[in-house]
């Protein structure tokens, strides 16, 4: 019987300009890699930082081989940016485009080999940016959260819901505007109703798991307007790459990822597992099926890292 062990993992900090801010993240390569590797750039959900899911997914893909990054958006964690926390679909667009070019010079990085892996939220930006961006050759969406309009009534309590929380959006940039001072909620609360996430969202609340330091659990008010108004879906008609996406059921919005996963007309392919949500951003085994599954996919469309 054969055993096989991961690889030792080196990891590098880069830092690169963009904008008017200078982003930072780190680099996951599998020890003593010899040539340049294919590469997969890492987003995690909403609100997050480097140090959680998307993290964790950059170290398993430079574990089966390839070099990875995980980064933090422009306002987010370590990297520059003002506002804080601020969710902005068409700005952490435009990171992931600059982080791709950042990636792209690394030596140990072959650019010609790029895919992108997005968890939850990020997968409507990366779907975004990979459909206008020839350097990224290859997809892959772990449990994506894809919304529309009518979904995002669905999870935001109908019509009301959704326009009380547009105008306090609205609102709140007013104030930004006028004073400089931004209004924050809770990212996720028990017992806040104003939180983004409101629940018992156990991931963010456990310092096992996602509660780490490096993330302040704080939204700024003022992102309710654009994430609300965001729809990435019609994205999939102009994705033009191997596609492969990981998703369950009883994880979040899955008729959003059904119906983007349809209108692809790229190579595609789509595997239903169970658990919920959180589950697919640290637990077993949801972890090791998804990177199992994108790993083959990554192999297959951008080369064998190992």
């Not at 939850?120 to 990979?130: E, F, H, K, V």
């Not at 609102?171 to 001072?181: D, I, K, M, N, P």
Request: proline letters at 5%; charged letters at 25%.
């Amino acid at each position: 019987m054969t055993t096989h062990h991961a690889p030792q993992i080196v990891t590098r900090r880069i830092e690169f300009a963009h904008e008017d801010s200078t982003l930072v993240g780190t680099l996951f390569a599998p020890r003593n890699a010899a040539g340049a590797l294919p590469g997969i750039v890492v987003t995690g959900s909403w609100t997050t930082v480097k140090e959680q899911m998307a993290g964790l997914y950059a170290r398993r893909m430079a574990a089966e081989g390839f070099a990875a990054l995980a980064f933090d958006f422009a306002g987010f964690g370590e990297s520059g940016g003002q506002p804080r926390d601020v969710e902005s679909p068409a700005r952490k667009v435009r990171d992931i485009h600059a982080a791709v070019g950042a990636f792209a010079e690394q030596p140990n990085v072959d650019e010609g080999r790029i895919g992108a892996l997005a968890v939850c939220a990020s997968s409507g930006y990366t779907a975004i940016n990979t459909a206008g961006d020839d350097r990224i050759r290859s997809l892959a969406l772990v449990a994506p959260w894809l919304h529309d309009a009518k979904l995002v009534r669905e999870v935001y309590g109908g019509e009301d819901g959704v326009r009380q929380r547009i105008e306090a959006g609205d609102e709140a940039r007013a104030q930004y505007v006028q004073t400089g001072e931004v209004e924050y909620a809770p990212a996720v609360s028990t017992s806040d109703q104003s939180a983004a996430m409101f629940g018992d969202f156990t991931y963010y609340l456990d310092s096992s798991r996602g509660a780490v330091p490096e993330w302040p659990n704080r939204f700024a008010v003022m992102s309710w307007p654009e994430w609300l108004r965001f729809d990435p879906i019609p994205t999939a008609r102009d994705v033009r790459v191997p596609t492969v996406v990981v998703h369950s059921a009883d994880a979040a919005v899955p008729d959003g990822a059904r119906r983007f996963f349809d209108d692809l007309s790229s190579s595609k392919a789509i595997l239903w597992t169970t658990g919920t949500q959180l589950d697919f951003y640290d637990q077993e085994p949801n972890v090791t099926i998804a990177v199992d599954t994108v790993a083959a996919h990554f192999r297959r469309s951008l080369g064998d890292g190992r």
